[in-house]
């Protein structure tokens, strides 16, 4: 038997809704688990990719620094990354921030916001620093596919996994292409 | 920033729309006049707008916001553009800008405080032959430089009316450096109408007297002119000169044959295509042949009204060709009663307001009526729905003057002139580096090479043919020749000396593309960001081959997708460059890995400032 592919997963600033749309694939799993295993990934709860692994898949844009060195670290150990859904696409609803200034965001939630108490900044070294915008994975590492939607239904994202894994090109049909 | 503090009197405003009718079609003209009286289009003048034409305020601003020419915000007493093509870029007019900025005090784009002035870049202006080039206050402004500059200055901070400015900085010359069998000398006005319309008048009518044989009531000889005169327009096999080279004749004919009510002529002088300058030529010079070339259109399809849609930047010859139509309708060469026949056609001239895509024939029309300029769908064509979706001839302004010459002197000797499929002569827009810029007109078939010889230009290492959705040629290319057969072209040739950096050149018609996509369809409004992005990124040093290859799929996806002749043009160059020129390409990729186009520790400067950090985990 061919050796197995290894899946990585992770959610940077997404919602988690494109792994709960990937776990919609249902019994359709055990197949995908004959011919491949996950490595990292909040499905198993592996914190760390270990060695190289074949296929990445990222849900949700980079708003900060922790969603940097995480990238980083994917596209380092995966030898194809999957930008998968909106935000990850674009940045999704997390970019809608962008036409506003971090200033303004965080006073708001912080100083002036209902019910704030000991108003401040919060500042502890724990804390991922934002950066100034939400961007799509494409604009801080090279991207080798995306899967749209929000989140791309069970059936993209088998479709999808079925070729990666198959070791062929994935070219989503116009079906699982249309969202009305 | 100046700021608007007291509404302005709406005085302007009411005298201009008593000049229009209460026709939705006026929109634009009106707007541009109100643009010309206050410098913007205050909001009360879009109250009375609106009111005036029974639109609403929304469509009202959506026109406003369309056209570079036209703003919502006040631009100052004086408006300086400074035109933006890469052939001014060559000639410096970038540092021109800032210097002027500089004189004035004022920001790129933004008005001085004082209400005084301001400057900004715009598209072509279509004085490349005598560049740098730009327009103030509506007027153009030729061979622009630092001396020049520092005089602006002075005059607009003395407050000294333009007619007052010294009228060497708004001379515009023809530079017409070679003439062929076509436009040797300006034809005698009315003589290719006159020949047009005897041609009704063969063996059998001979003894009828000419006034007679065209009357329309006498049914005939009247008609045998107009066909007389389409088949002589089969014969000379005339293509269509705006680039596209649809045969003349067919679109006449179709346009004569539908059944309507009424047909329409539009003449094309839109001429956005950056490097493109012959219809001002044509329309200074040889205004009479245009004209005479709609009106014989109008003779031949059965139409009465033709326009002349012109773009903005041309403004200056407003005068000029009002004066040139009122002196035909003078000489009963257009009005009600043509030449004694009966044959009632007249012409309007209508303003386009800054935009490239209003030179697509359907955006054009859409323009006419007063709308944004945005294509419209593909069929039926105009020549079966156009203006007001009636049958509706339109044709580039050097189209019509060919026309007007088949008239006068037949098919036969016209198709004497070029090659098989290529018919007459055309007119060639030279800019760039070399030593004579100008006009030439050669029979088609002539090489780009002999072209070079003539105006000192041999040592190019490239010519951009037909503007920037056209096609960049290499030195080994200068055999290939300018006719439909091989580079088919609107008469644009840029050139570009051994100097220069042809990835410039890609930055430059990039950047135009996304200021001109419409925005009409997703392809090209976000794939002409997408690739601005990119070039520029690669300009910045930070492209890597991965860029490229994003920049050639998304080429590809324009290509296939994007909706009109703009969007599926815009790709031309760039494949061009980086199959011909990588070389330019080649130096700028430094990496081999991508990299971000933003810096990603600057990216977190504003969040150290917020939290006061600077700790190992606050850098990237």
């Known amino acids: 038997m061919a050796k197995k592919r290894k899946i990585a997963t992770c959610s940077l600033a997404g919602c988690f809704g494109c792994h709960m749309s990937l776990l919609d694939i249902d019994e359709r799993i055990i197949a995908l688990l004959d011919l491949a295993e996950f490595d990292r990934s909040p499905i198993n709860d592996i914190k760390e990719i270990r060695g190289m692994v074949d296929i990445g898949l990222i849900e949700g844009g980079v708003c900060n620094v922790e969603n940097v060195h995480l990238l980083h670290h994917f596209r380092e150990h995966c030898r194809v990354l999957v930008s998968v859904g909106e935000c990850a696409i674009t940045g999704g609803i997390p970019s809608m921030r962008n036409s506003l200034s971090l200033k303004a965001c965080l006073e708001e939630s912080y100083i002036r916001g209902v019910g704030v108490e000991n108003a401040h900044i919060p500042d502890d070294p724990e804390l991922p620093l934002l950066l100034d915008k939400v961007r799509p994975l494409h604009e801080v590492v090279h991207i080798d596919y995306r899967v749209p939607g929000c989140p791309p239904s069970a059936d993209a994202l088998w479709h999808v996994l079925s070729a990666l894994v198959a070791g062929r090109d994935p070219h989503l049909p116009p079906a699982l292409l249309k969202y009305d | ?620």
């Open chain 2, 1 to 620: 920033m100046w700021r608007e503090e007291v509404p302005p009197a709406m005085d302007a405003v009411h005298a201009i729309l008593e000049t229009h009718e209460r026709d939705p079609g006026e929109l634009l003209q009106i707007l541009i006049e109100v643009q010309h009286a206050y410098h913007y289009i205050p909001d009360a003048a879009v109250e009375l707008v609106a009111e005036h034409l029974r639109v609403t305020r929304a469509h009202v601003r959506g026109v406003v916001g369309f056209y570079s020419f036209l703003s919502d915000r006040y631009l100052g007493e004086y408006v300086v553009y400074i035109s933006d093509n890469i052939t001014d870029r060559m000639q410096g007019s970038t540092g021109l800008a800032t210097y002027l900025c500089n004189r004035l005090g004022v920001k790129l784009g933004e008005t001085r405080a004082d209400g005084r002035a301001s400057v900004h870049f715009t598209s072509c202006t279509g004085m490349c032959d005598q560049g740098p080039a730009g327009i103030v206050n509506g007027l153009a402004v030729t061979r622009l430089t630092r001396q020049r500059m520092d005089v602006f200055a002075e005059l607009i901070n003395k407050r000294t009316p333009l007619p007052e400015w010294p009228r060497e900085f708004f001379l515009v010359e023809d530079n017409f450096r070679r003439s062929d069998v076509m436009f040797r000398r300006p034809v005698e006005p009315g003589a290719a109408l006159k020949a047009a319309m005897k041609r009704g008048d063969d063996e059998a009518l001979k003894e009828i007297h000419f006034e007679e044989a065209v009357d329309p009531s006498s049914g005939l000889a009247w008609r045998r002119g107009a066909d007389e005169t389409l088949k002589e327009l089969y014969r000379s096999d005339l293509r269509g000169r705006g680039g596209a080279g649809f045969k003349a004749a067919i679109k006449w004919e179709t346009c004569r044959d539908i059944s309507a009510p009424e047909r329409y002529v539009v003449c094309n002088a839109d001429e956005g295509e950056p490097g493109t300058f012959k219809d001002r030529v044509l329309l200074t010079t040889y205004a009479d042949l245009v004209f005479e070339g709609m009106t014989i259109c109008g003779y031949v399809v059965g139409s009465s009204r033709g326009v002349l849609y012109i773009r903005q930047e041309y403004w200056y010859l407003k005068p000029h060709l009002e004066a040139v139509l009122e002196r035909r309708r003078t000489d009963n060469l257009l009005g009600r009663n043509i030449l004694g026949t009966g044959f009632a056609f007249d012409i309007d001239i209508h303003w386009g307001a800054g935009a490239y895509i209003a030179g697509m024939e359907t955006a054009l029309i859409e323009s006419v009526e007063g709308r944004r300029a945005k294509p419209r769908k593909r069929w039926p064509l105009p020549v079966v729905a156009g203006l007001n979706r009636r049958p509706t001839v339109v044709n580039n302004v050097e189209t019509f003057a060919d026309a007007a010459m088949v008239a006068l002197k037949g098919g036969a000797w016209f198709a004497g002139h070029g090659t098989q499929h290529s018919a007459g002569t055309k007119l060639f827009c030279v800019s760039g580096d070399c030593e004579r810029p100008g006009i030439y007109e050669y029979p088609f078939g002539v090489s780009v090479r002999e072209l070079l010889r003539d105006c000192g230009g041999l040592d190019a290492q490239a010519v951009q043919i037909s503007g920037p959705s056209g096609i960049t040629i290499s030195r080994l290319e200068f055999d290939r020749i300018l006719a439909y057969e091989d580079l088919s072209t609107v008469g644009t040739c840029m050139i570009f000396g051994p100097q220069r950096d042809m990835f410039d050149a890609v930055r430059n018609f990039t950047q135009f593309f996304r200021h001109e996509s419409c925005g009409l369809c997703t392809p090209c409004r976000v794939g002409t960001s997408l690739l601005s992005q990119l070039v520029e990124k690669v300009a910045a040093g930070k492209g890597s081959p991965v860029d490229v290859q994003e920049i050639e799929r998304i080429c590809q996806l324009l290509k296939s997708t994007a909706h009109c002749g703009l969007g599926q043009t815009v790709p031309n160059h760039l494949i061009d460059s980086l199959l011909k020129f990588r070389g330019d390409w080649d130096k700028r990729l430094v990496t081999t890995d991508f990299v971000p186009a933003f810096d990603l520790d600057a990216a977190l400067h504003q969040a150290r400032e917020l939290t006061g950090r600077d700790d190992a985990l606050a850098h990237l």
